[in-house]
């Protein structure tokens, strides 16, 4: 099968980018420690963080070596079981990249971005969408970390983009960029997009306006102007190829003044694609391949306001709003086509959404600075789901109200409580210590290990409870150059 010899010819050369990873961060910091210098030499600058940890969650899952967040923090359909673990990118998203600006004319410059994210616990490129196929087949208390992903192994899964920068018209790069709306709900984020501290930074559905792999856009183009106090900026992604099939766009406005900044972000993707695990039934179909995929279609649409506001020089505060609307492709995926990092796609749904899902988002928190090197951050970040539940009558799709969480489209919501104390040594070195606790109710609690009981029959399980909740915990140490 082509796809599999494809993924191991680019195995092969993850294994030796790893090792060019591990060099340049090891000549790096040789660097650093002899001489207080920036990293850039005729116009390219050498960057990168490695975050490593241990974390501990009362009902948590194993660690991947795969998956960039190393532990599902965030309460998740397998959560079941006490786990201590040795973990990386709790706060940061380990990295190395090459950034460069060229003058090639007066006021007219070349720019480009190339970064790879890793997992400084296990070594690997970050990889999400490998993570699912370990669960393929699985029972969920069988299951490692997993989640769907933008980073799925490529080489630069980071950002890789080029393109033209100038101080009165703007700048217009054509590449793999993070989309607005991620580069958005990070800057207003009051945990700063950490995955073991934020729901919008441990799950991507927000930052994808619906659908984590929409974090990153591929074969598009990114335009972003300012004009004194104002900013503005566009995105299209033309779609139309294997990792991603369909177009996309956003645009996004925003101001400044004083300590006040705002942004809205509207957002769409055709044709979005949710990766899955294999249920069991799937991965024993003829010629269905082990690391082969499900996936969820849809069209998806968003709208974000977000702002933060300045108090003094030890406090800050921020919040924003996301709706998202899920509906079914006007234009239907069939199965057997490639996802980003080349999976296979073996069974798809086109139909999940015969009423739209509207899933709301909101947070809010601060950060405070008690001095130069001690600060503390704290978030509370909700979601609410709306009754798009439905029943077949007399050949008919009719709305068919639910607020419980015998289904996973009854109304439904999700509540998260996070506090995290860093300590910077220097502008390099830090060290992080903090918790998070997550809620998920009715709809959004449907099918959760720790809400589900024995059945009726042997093997079979029932809705018992209608929320879920786990605590999570972390400290690490950060390394930023």
Not at 176 to 189: A, F, Q, S
Not at 443 to 468: C, D, E, F, R, W
Request: include cysteine; glycine fraction near 12%; charged fraction near 15%.
């Amino acid at each position: 099968m082509k796809h599999i010899h494809t993924r191991a010819f680019v195995s092969a050369k993850k294994t030796l980018l790893c090792a060019a990873v591990l060099a340049a961060i090891g000549a790096s910091t040789s660097a650093l420690a002899a001489d207080d210098i920036n990293l850039t030499w005729n116009g390219i600058t050498l960057y990168g963080t490695v975050d490593v940890g241990v974390a501990y969650q009362n009902h948590g899952t194993d660690y991947s070596h795969d998956m960039y967040v190393g532990m599902e923090y965030l309460v998740s359909k397998n959560s079941n079981k006490s786990v201590t673990s040795v973990t990386n990118n709790a706060m940061s998203q380990s990295k190395v990249g090459l950034k460069g600006t060229e003058p090639i004319a007066e006021g007219l410059n070349f720019v480009f971005n190339v970064e790879m994210g890793f997992n400084p616990a296990s070594g690997s490129i970050s990889d999400a969408v490998k993570s699912l196929t370990y669960n393929n087949g699985r029972a969920l208390s069988d299951q490692k970390t997993a989640a769907d992903g933008a980073r799925a192994g490529q080489i630069f899964n980071g950002q890789g983009w080029a393109g033209l920068s100038s101080a009165q018209f703007g700048t217009l790069t054509l590449g793999r960029h993070v989309t607005l709306l991620t580069d958005t709900i990070n800057k207003y984020d009051p945990q700063g997009g950490a995955y073991a501290f934020s729901v919008i930074g441990y799950s991507g559905a927000t930052a994808g306006g619906g659908n984590t792999e929409n974090t990153r856009a591929d074969d598009s183009i990114k335009y972003m102007y300012k004009y004194e106090n104002f900013h503005v900026g566009g995105l299209w992604q033309f779609g139309k190829n294997s990792g991603s099939p369909g177009d996309g766009g956003q645009v996004n406005v925003g101001a400044d003044f004083g300590g006040l900044s705002i942004d809205g972000v509207y957002a769409f993707k055709n044709q979005s694609i949710a990766a899955a695990s294999l249920s069991a039934a799937q991965l024993i179909t003829p010629g269905v391949s082990h690391d082969s995929l499900a996936a969820t279609i849809s069209d998806n649409e968003s709208w974000t306001l977000a702002a933060s506001y300045k108090v003094n020089d030890a406090l800050k505060l921020s919040g924003g709003y996301e709706r998202i609307t899920y509906s079914n492709p006007s234009n239907p995926l069939a199965a057997n086509f490639e996802t980003i990092g080349g999976y296979h796609i073996a069974f798809v749904n086109n139909n999940a959404y015969p009423r739209d899902k509207v899933l709301q988002v909101s947070w809010v928190g601060g950060k405070y600075n008690f001095n130069k090197e001690l600060s503390l951050g704290v978030g509370y970040y909700h979601y609410d789901q709306n009754d798009y539940h439905t029943t077949v009558s007399s050949g008919q799709v009719v709305r068919a109200p639910c607020s419980d969480a015998s289904a996973g489209s009854c109304s439904g919501s999700l509540d998260a409580f996070s506090a995290v104390l860093d300590y910077r040594f220097n502008k390099y070195f830090d060290v992080y210590g903090g918790a998070m606790y997550s809620k998920v109710s009715d709809g959004l609690a449907n099918g959760y290990q720790l809400a589900i009981g024995p059945g009726p029959t042997a093997g079979s399980t029932v809705q018992t409870k209608t929320s879920a909740s786990v605590i999570s915990t972390a400290v690490g140490i950060r390394f930023q150059f």
